[in-house]
């Protein structure tokens, strides 16, 4: 991270460096050893509500669950563009070796970098209890889960599309994906590959009490709302977005996937080139490899 | 027939009524019997390739099947928009039932009609023999398959995406399918169901040599190419344009969904409400049906 | 449940009738209302470990979980042959109403019944932390579960068959389960549809991250071994056996499901005729029902 | 082969070598070239239905393909213990390579080759037009297959099992597969994978026109009795049996696969260990590979 700091100050000096708090703390920790910053290094910092409107590039080192978790900053704000580097680990989200930042840097501040264009869910947690109204918006970029956790008994949800009850389903739970997150916990559960620039979002069950709840590919525009059934023998759910628990859902709560938008919902990441996503699931989900037929 | 012919002719006396050549002889059948038409009614015939570019509406009676056989008989073609009756088989291309014929022809001319927008897939088959050099197009409102047919041996097939190779595939043989398609062939072959609306085609295997061909949704403007592996033992392989069948492809074929269309690949057809695919996805394929758990 | 008694008291007079704790305290109760036992009848009762080795038949009234909870009791010893009643609801276990309880349980006196010959998994659960070795034998009629439960991450499990590494697993969890138990969870979790009295186990990935973890039916003489891998970020596991939670696995622990059996692994239970399973299968599930095609 | 003769020949000298004509013509073709026959081997040859009966053990040098066709010829009759060698290529019935043959045959005359037990199908077809009544007995180590072809309806089939209905498919086809052949065609169309030592046959669909057929496991007792139904618009279903192609079933025409064994369906394959189909899932099939995560 110094080194990448240090090279942007120098070459492109214009460019104002903004960390976070998390950042900082790792910068001043011994371990940071070796490397120091340069001097002329000039770095900006804040609580993550103040910084995250000045960001016009947001840069990760990490694994994919780095550019969840720095995304996920920017729930219900609009997310600048991102540069990812890798450190060793490969995916989706992940085109670049960290190894290889001189270059990108370069190709950033010169706009010479591809990007690809995804997209987030905005949800809308609805909880109907009047001592404890709450509508909180938050965005995933890869999936909604909702499960019963360590609850013994399956849980049973309602879900509508447009207003139309769509169905009832009985199960350990229910996935509603972006194509990013298609290669995620919804491929787990049997959902299909959906490539990141279709605009539609997967609704894919989890171990569903039928034989005929085939995964589902619903518009980007529709509005889903999904709650636990009346029938439910459990009072509580719980609901996953990108990996983080938010608080259980309970009987009477809804949750909503919106197709009226108050944030855009695009997320522009910086990629390789047009095919990164042909050759990604082929290398990291070793997609359709045939069977051996011949000694090695 | 013959009554909503009268119909027509009475009450839009402005329309013209073109039939096939093939109706025209369905009504001078004596089968045709008790119905007659109304001396008034002026009906305009002529082969296919004469009087398509003419309708402005099209119109069919029957199933599904008797849809894609009309649409494609404007294969190459702008399709007309569509208004299709059911006589009592149930249909995903079939809102509405022939005993409303009245109320619905009202509402076409009065621009009533709600419409849902699918779409088509335009392939392209190149031959690369010398002496038969044929670039066919040909559009697909459900799917294009690839089979071995009654060959014993499976087929490979190479996939290529944007210019680039996605897979080498051993097996039964492959489907593109349109999202309408998608609770057809490639449903019984695993494909998840996809909303009509959604722009993209699925890439459905039938029947792989491998455990990890998982189907897959790509962009509408994917361009793909697939041509029979130079492994394949097989000399061809069967191609089926939405039942269809085309001549056999051959080492060195190559079939072509591009993104770059040469026609208007939207079908636009009349609907009786937005939800009527949730409708149907319930009651024509018993989607997601609970188990029984009490005494009927 | 008191005219079953009053009547075999009455029928079938040198039978003795054992009740649990659990049934004396419903017979006691006010709710039980309107029917009273006769005067004749002689009950005797007891705690389970006192009572289960005097039962000749076992014989339950209500639905699936009640069977499963009944031979639970049994874990550890020899299940005497299940006559069930289904006070209404369906099941796989419930071949008979209750309402039909004078002709079956003539026919269970006068050996005429059918039965069919179900199996069970005796399952060893062996901790390896010196404070509390303990070694724990369990039997399960449906499915052994190992489930991350309400952890955040996926679980990674090593799987042993006959002393050789057959894989190691990260995913949501796993199930080992019975022909029996192949129509529970381990349906919802893709595993396929095993007759009663095939000598198998199924092993059935829940979640798996992989595209290649196909269901296997291992024979039920193989010895199979399941730990928490090093490489799991959880420290525990949640341990359910038919429905019921044990303690947590942690690392170290191990699962042993052993065909050096200890105890008799079968369970006879009582069946209308040869067929129930195949009209079970249908009526209960489901089973490959076609589309919709014509108009109801 | 020259050398194993040889080999045999000299060390083994009570050894009996028979081989089919096939085999003879082999030899004597140029190509056989550097390697030539001892002069004191003696071999012995003759039609298929003469050797065969004289067979103690079946030996075959090739692929997964040639034992099927060697086994094949022993349709209606007891398979004797089969020793195979592969000439390079991977397969599930090839668990020594050629190169080996003196230790193995060392081995199999001291009677120190493990053996696992796998079994057949017996296959009768039933046609039912008077001017050709036949009853075809066959066997199949692999699977039955009944296939559309290259036909372009879909079939209708009636499937029972000890006399009665199971279900009614409308499909591609349908399998009835040993566990042998379960890594197989059924293994392609969706079958789980089934150790070889289960006394049980798998069911599975091929592209079924239903959401809810899952593939199923039946005891090997069962009497399974398969016919196109009268409501299928193709009059002729394609019958394959181990990828050997018989003659077209028609309406009328039934399979049975019976219980009532007149031959000895079981077959003794020479095995490297007892755990060689654990080892050969993971090496040939892929199975549950991981997703990789971290660089090369």
């Not at 000045?54 to 609009?78: E, H, Y």
């Not at 069950?205 to 980007?220: A, K, M, Q, T, W």
Request: glycine share 8%; net charge negative; with cysteine.
């Amino acid at each position: 991270m110094v080194d990448i700091i240090n090279y942007i100050s120098q070459h492109h000096q214009h460019a104002n460096i903004i960390l976070s708090e998390h950042n900082i703390d790792e910068l001043q920790h011994p371990s940071a050893g070796g490397h120091s910053l340069d001097d002329r290094v000039r770095l900006f910092t804040g609580e993550v509500k103040d910084i995250r409107f000045k960001a016009d590039v947001l840069m990760t080192i990490g694994g994919d669950g780095t550019i969840l978790r720095a995304v996920s900053q920017f729930s219900n704000f609009n997310v600048p563009p991102i540069l990812s580097f890798s450190m060793g680990t490969l995916g989706f989200l992940l085109p670049f070796d960290v190894g290889s930042y001189r270059a990108r840097v370069d190709e950033l501040f010169a706009n010479r970098l591809r990007v690809l264009q995804r997209s987030r869910l905005e949800c809308h947690v609805i909880g109907t209890h009047p001592s404890e109204a709450r509508v909180n918006m938050v965005h995933a970029m890869n999936e909604i889960t909702l499960h019963r956790g360590s609850n013994p008994n399956l849980i049973s949800l309602d879900v509508y599309v447009d207003g139309e009850c769509l169905t009832s389903t009985t199960a350990d739970g229910i996935i509603v994906s972006t194509p990013t997150g298609s290669t995620a916990y919804s491929l787990s559960s049997g959902g299909s590959i959906v490539h990141p620039s279709i605009r539609g979002l997967l609704l894919t069950p989890i171990c569903p009490r039928s034989l005929s709840f085939r995964p589902l590919i619903l518009p980007s525009t529709s509005d889903i709302m999904i709650r636990l059934s009346q029938k439910s023998r459990n009072v509580s759910v719980k609901l996953t977005i990108d990996g983080i628990e938010l608080s259980d859902m309970r009987h009477g709560d809804e949750i909503h996937i919106r197709k009226q938008l108050d944030i855009d919902n695009h997320i522009w990441c910086m990629a390789q080139g047009d095919n990164d996503w042909t050759k990604d699931i082929n290398d990291l989900l070793g997609f359709n490899k045939q069977f051996n037929e011949s000694k090695r």
